[in-house]
């Protein structure tokens, strides 16, 4: 548990899943500015206030504690919403006093004040603020916070185009704010996400489709080539008939699995509502939504135990290593919750990241299916 100073008083925040192991905490100094910021220039927290991108549910706990009535709170994380949930209840707070909204809800009609944790990437950045664009008016107050290795000219010039003249504050225990001033007037364009690319000739059953994607998902722009190399090894026959996309992303590999197996149903699961959202509308624009289910969730958590027969995932990586790490062995031992007796996880990775001994040690044995000097394809069959 982690003890946050605000200048309305402590508040104990924790990540979730918990996971202390690792050491990594539910805030940062770029949550801290904001914080001080909002309290040393008195900014009216009055009205209608909108976080968007709060990691762990610090931003609208402290809201809260600062007297703030009218909170939505906007993000694309199923665990970041499970935190922010947790950590309004652990400060004593209905979690039922913050609005939460996913990126793909239909945004607030009025912010009076928006404060934007800059996101990853610069299209989900992009694609929420001209989505909340006519929320805003001349007198919203909008501050964005971030590390200073978050934050890029591109950032600004989005803050710039979107919602009017921006400047940066000096940067304060490497965390920088962004102010923006709203025109008030001229609605910008309208997102221009989600985003279609047809698929390559060389990748099996799904050759020449069409994926849809959403802001932000992995690889929104073009195919993954560890997910390319998967795609050209997928299991063709086998009888399948619950599959699960594990880490779904826009949904290639479970759109791959079911049109190999047209008889099954597949899961497309994810912990982005931006990648469920994309998912849905790859399997919808590829005629096989009829027996598809999406789920935002983490991981496999809270599916029933033998309810599939295949589980295919490419894990999450480049993020904080001991968090990709925890992430992997946490979709590991899910899928062999899930899986049927017989029943297989495939998983492709980079070589180095070693998940052939995270499978042997759950599974008790794990199979190389395929490898190329960078990717390796794995298989571990539930006993
Ligand atoms: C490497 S991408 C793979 C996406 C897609 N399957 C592909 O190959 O293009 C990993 C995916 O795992 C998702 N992810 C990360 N953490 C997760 C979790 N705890 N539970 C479920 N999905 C998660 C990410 O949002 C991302 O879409």
Known sequence: MDQLATPWGAIELARHPAESREGLRAFDAADDYLLRHLADAEVDLSGAAVVLGDRHGALATALVAAGAHDVSSIGDSFLGRAAARDNLSRNSVDPAAVRALTTRDAPPDRADVLLVRVPKTLALLEDQLRRLAPALHAGTTVVGAGMVKEIHTSTLRLFEEIVGPTRTSLAVRKARLIFAEPRGSSAPAPSPWPQRYALP???????????????????????????????????????????????????????????????????????????????????????????????????????????????????????????TDATAWRMFTGARAVLEPGGELWVVGNRHLGYHVKLRRLFGNCATVAANPKFVILRAVKR
Do not use: K, M
Not at 305 to 319: E, G, I, K, Q, Y
């Open 201 to 323: 000739d060389d990748v099996g059953v799904v050759s020449g489709r069409t994926v849809v994607n959403h802001a932000g998902i992995f690889c929104a722009d073009r195919l993954d080539i560890g997910t390319r190399f998967f795609l050209q090894h997928l299991p063709g026959s086998g009888g399948f008939s619950r599959i699960i996309d594990l880490g779904c992303g826009n949904g290639v590999v479970g759109l791959a699995a079911a049109l190999a197996h047209p008889d099954a149903t597949v899961l497309f699961t994810d912990e982005s509502y931006q990648a469920v959202a994309s998912a849905e509308a790859t399997a919808r624009e590829n005629g096989i939504a009829d027996r598809a289910e999406f789920r935002a969730a983490d991981g496999l958590a809270d599916l029933p135990p033998r309810s599939a027969d295949l589980v295919l995932t490419n894990p999450p990586f480049h993020t904080h290593r001991a968090t």
